[in-house]
């Protein structure tokens, strides 16, 4: 340690490595988003050559066009934004109604029936896609976007973390003076528990949608044709099409991922809130 | 997966006393309840439990989707462990998930430690820049560092070039592509789980660390004697997520090997576990076969969080 | 199921969140995208409609199977052929597996010959063509090529597109540079045999110090292996891959080119392969007659700097795929409408005249059009003449169910030699034992 030792008061003051070691670590996770950025811009002469350019180039829009000529990219992204917004809505509601009900209700097998989600959790089904694929077949699903949506809108651990918030968040009398009033339970929480836990119940859905927009495995699984493909999907497409050109991956990948990351300028900081909000304190 | 968030978490705290008055109520009003959490057993019984289960059963099949389905007992399992190509991919996926949680924790634990600081300007900014990998899909991620990471393109290798260092291939070297796959689940994974590190030490009075350093303890010794012993719930927490999550890496060793990619190379050098599974299923459309994998992948889990919760209940008892 | 990863990134039992916050801007964005992706989704998947004549239609991409179908439209403005360029001939097969195992069927596909016995092992999938009137011009097409499509009781499952045909496209501003004759004629006398091929490649690279050939496992082996009389199977459908001394003998030469130092190690149809076929990182690239189209798109800069010259060795036969209907298929009837007329000898010999691609009709093999072409992309080269020449005296051997994944097995030996520093001596023992796991044999 050559710093001086500086005069502490309360967590002491921060060194300059501190902010050197995270502007790096920013960099780090910036920088592969920048140069996605600059090789979709630049013909694949640039992209290939050494020393690399670092600049983005004036060619976006000759890649986009091959973009479009070999997937239905624009399709693809409209895919996508509808399975992530069916399921993040999906999850935020239904999860919010699973949870109010374990929590604020009352009924026969209620803690029977709540210990049965927790241990669904347990069940690894990722490891079932086989027979998922079989059943999503019988159903004449593959291929549609329901065989993403319908199963994605079940998420225990949902469940079980609205039921914690609004354990947290709302008081009994509350419930208890609105059902006096003579609301009914839908009422009472539709009136007065889903406002409260709004907020939470959308950084649920925002987790919900950038999971489900981002999910390979099983899209990459039912889905068949291009008009059904979701952005990832269409990346792969992109990737395979070994034709064409150097950067039309990257373009993909590019367009794929700017929505997302302006959804996160938006509500990233909710997201980290929602992070930081977690169970491992004390 | 997340039933080892179960083990970790408290156990939830028992429902307060029914406050809705049972006499006023009809018929409609006493259904509502199970209205509400009907809609999650339906789909998980559909969607989630009954696949699991039709796993064991298909497993003892060789099950041709469009052929024939011959019952053949444990064939598939005996098949399977003396299946060069299943413990090759056992070996990739524990030599990947090694190279990828190690980092990522270290790093994980050195970004939380000081970006508790209570006086760090731009907060805000660290915390949301560490969590861009995590909104960046896993396709794009594997394209952007495949081309980062190329041959004979690669920016990596142009920079190792200009220190005299020979091009590394990443894809068809078997070191090289563990390396590759596993910088990638750590680009992505390290800030969020820098996140969950930070939630937990945020929870460590800021009084502890102010004592401590009036009594003299350096950075290190904070970070040595406070940070960490605080955080051994949530490190044993990650190292399991990691895990089960390094259990079920499939996008990356897919999208780097573009010429063969349901292997992820030429001698299956980074084929993992989940990959197999899939390329058995899907590429050789052995059902069966996949199927059974798919068991094996399940026990490792078991096993995993059976682990986990001997060790949980260890750190409860010392506390 | 549906994440791949670690599945819900927040921890459980939360706080309050501290600030009540309004979500208006990403409520308007849900809503939005889910009326705006509503209003954009088609009640069916398009093309293919109920009209009886127009059809779906999937095939593997560059090879560009769209001039075809642009040209058969043209002829037919009424009928819309939906196109899908699914991906490589190997994933082509596999989404029709799974489709064929429960998803959408196209009305009609394409299938790489190396693919078909799988399929052909159960016909039950698919239409027999003798229902449409297959029987009338089964005769048109080369026999030991038609062969393959049929199954044990006779049903006719693909009609044949194209046959390989094989051949040596090379640089000849690189060879100049080289000091090797860029003279087709000239040019194929430097390698009557592999040894002389191989021999060619050292000169090469000693003269440019640059790599001669893209890849030893597809350029050398895989031309090699087909052109044996016997390959995966013996004529009686035994498997005999791991005994053949054919096979042994390409293996050997693939394996010999990958340590003879001039490759570049690339392999075929990986991007850094695309991005060194366009920028002349080799000299020298396989090239049986489909290839061609794949040169022309993925380095279209280098038109008139290709030559073709004569493939060492011998007559043999690469690729070639065939047209098929699944049984399930909508618009059977506008898909065998499609077939006859585009392949027809008529039809081939027009789409060899687009993309290059042989006929798989011998009756054309005269034809002018074919026998005196010229491909000013590959410097006026005398493709027809070359392909035709190169199936002439061929012995057709058998290709049977596990014959595309023992192909795999050999060709994954030969890139870990080449490009992993697999050791050469134990290569071929490797790839046997894992054909045996890989098939169960």
Redesign the interface.
Known sequence: MTAAAPRVRGHGRVRWWTYALLAAAAVVCLFPLYWMFVVATNDTATATRMPPAVVPGGNFLHLLGLVLDTVPFVRALLNSLFVAAAIGAGQAVLCAVAGFAFAKLSFPGRNTLFLVVVLTMTVPTQLAVIPQYMIMSWLGWVDTLQALVVPGLASAFGIFWMRQHITATIDDELVQAATIDGASTWQVFWRVAFPIVRPAALVLGLFGFVTAWNDFLWPFIVLKTPERYTAQIAIKALQNSYDVDLGLAMSGSFLATAPLVVLFVLVGRRMVAGILDGAFKG | MSGVVVALVPAPRAAPPAPVRRTARGLGERLAPYAYIAPFFVLFGIFGLFPFAFTFYVALFDWNPIGDQVFIGVDNFTRMFADPRFWNAARNTVSIWFLSTVPQLSLALVLAHVLNHARLRFALFFRMSVLVPYVTSVAATAIVFAQLFDRDYGMLNWLLGLVGVAPVDFVQSTAGSHVLIATMVTWRWFGYTTLLYLASLQAVPLAVYEAAAIDGAGPWQRFRHITIPSLRPVIIFTVVTSTIGGLQIFTEPLLIATGAPLTCGAVRQCQTLTLFLYEQGFGEFEFGYGSAVGVALFAMVVVIAAVNYLLAGRIRADR | ??????????????????K??T?R???L??VG??A???A???GT??GGGGDGRSFEFWSF??INQKVSVDAYHGKHPDVQVKL??V??ST?TA??L????????VPDLVLIQGDNLPKFV??PQ?FVDLRTLGADDVKGDYLDWVMKQSIAKDGEVLGMPTDVGGMAIAYRTDLFAAAGLPTDPAAASALWPSWDAFIETGKRYKQATGKAFLDNA?TSVFYQAVNQVSEKYYDDARNLVYDRNPQVRAAFDLGVKAATAGITA????????????L??G?YAAVAAPSWMLN?IR??APDTKGKWAIAKIPGGAGNWGGSYLAIPKRAKNPQAAWDYIKEMQSPQGQLEHFTRVGALPSTPSVYQDDKLASSKDPFFSDAPTGKIYTDSLLGLKPFYIGPDSA?IG?EF???I??VE????DPATAWDDAV??IK??I?G
């Open positions: 199921m549906w994440s791949s990863g670690r599945e819900f990134p927040i921890s459980a039992c939360p706080k309050t969140l501290e009540p916050v979500f801007v990403p409520l964005l849900v995208a889910l705006l992706s509503a954009c989704t088609p998947g398009g991409a560059a899908t360029e991906g490589t994933e596999q989404a597996t799974t489709a064929l195992a429960g998803g959408k092992q159960q999938n496992a190690g690339q392999s075929s149809f990986e991007t850094a392969w695309s991005a060194g366009a920028q990182q794949t798109s993925t994944t795999q060709l994954n030996a890139t870990n490009q992993s520093g697999g034992r894992n796991t890989a169960g």
